[in-house]
């Protein structure tokens, strides 16, 4: 009682990681206190592990921009950097670095806000890939993320602007259980309010659901007023999720547990 076999746990994961995630998973609501704790902490180890997969900036289309030389590296930019140089041979001087300019590329920043569906049963495999999409949101958004579950209401276990760390969450996570009926678009509102709060060009929704809204009204006209809608889904219960995004002008892509969450995260993040 109270115990894993670490070594059973570790060759688990090199055989089959998603039950091994989904078996930790599940056992952080066993009845024996000290074997949920237990197996929460190594949950969450293992998950925050799985999640960090892939490049932690956001794919996406860079654009050449000028800036002082003392504050970034790149190609002297001759037009920017002409009076300086005029000026300072005129007075045989030398040219400051902050007068100079340089072009490089530069890349939009992203903001994330994470939205789990938890109605109906959230235990398992489900429980696992929630937590691992929560740990690789903060992964590729590490200052700019948040993380709301849903049903019929909605519980923000990360806010845009706090600073929570994604160990944090994860545990949050690993301790939720489902309920309620399912409004979407109470959701995807709370959603749009979080990233209200964030700076970034770029703001994107990430929608882990099945999509079928069972109270509410239509998420229809909510999703397509979101700056970016990116949906993930089971692939063996994908048709309304797919029917969503098709409608909405959602990305789209669907998983088949939890280890798949972070090519997923990869391929819906990444721009058209």
């Not at 996406?60 to 790149?74: E, K, T």
């Not at 160990?167 to 979407?184: C, I, K, P, Q, S």
């Not at 994908?238 to 990869?266: C, E, H, K, N, V």
Request: net charge negative; charged share 25%; with cysteine.
């Amino acid at each position: 009682m109270g115990q894993i076999d670490e070594q059973a746990l570790a060759d688990l994961v090199e055989e089959d990681a998603a039950h091994a995630l989904a078996l930790l998973a599940e056992m952080t609501a066993a009845t024996d206190p000290v074997l949920a704790a237990l197996a929460a902490r190594l949950a969450g180890r293992l998950m925050l592990d799985v999640a960090r997969v892939g490049p932690t900036d956001s794919r996406g289309i860079g654009r050449i921009v000028s800036a002082p030389s003392d504050r970034a590296d790149g190609d002297l930019d001759i037009d920017g950097s002409l009076d300086a140089l005029v000026q300072a041979r005129a007075g045989h001087a030398a040219v400051g670095a902050d007068e100079l300019r340089v072009r490089h590329w530069t890349k939009p920043t992203m903001a994330v806000s994470l939205v789990i569906d938890r109605s109906g049963s959230m235990s398992g495999d489900r429980l696992a890939t929630a937590a691992v999409a929560a740990a690789a949101c903060s992964w590729r958004a590490p200052s700019d993320w948040s993380v709301l579950a849903f049903s019929d209401r909605q519980l923000a276990l990360k806010s845009q602007d706090d600073g929570r760390s994604a160990a944090e969450v994860v545990n949050d996570l690993l301790r939720l259980r489902g309920r309620g009926t399912t409004d979407l678009d109470a959701a995807l509102r709370s959603s749009a309010r979080q990233l209200e709060r964030s700076r970034a060009k770029r703001r994107v929704t990430i929608l882990l659901s099945d999509c079928r809204a069972t109270a509410g009204v239509d998420p229809d006209a909510t999703a397509r007023r979101l700056d970016e809608l990116c949906v993930i889904a089971p692939s063996d219960d994908a048709d309304d999720a797919a029917a969503f995004a098709q409608r909405t002008g959602a990305r789209f892509a669907t998983i088949d547990g939890p280890s798949a969450i972070p090519r997923a995260l990869a391929e819906v993040l990444a721009w058209r």
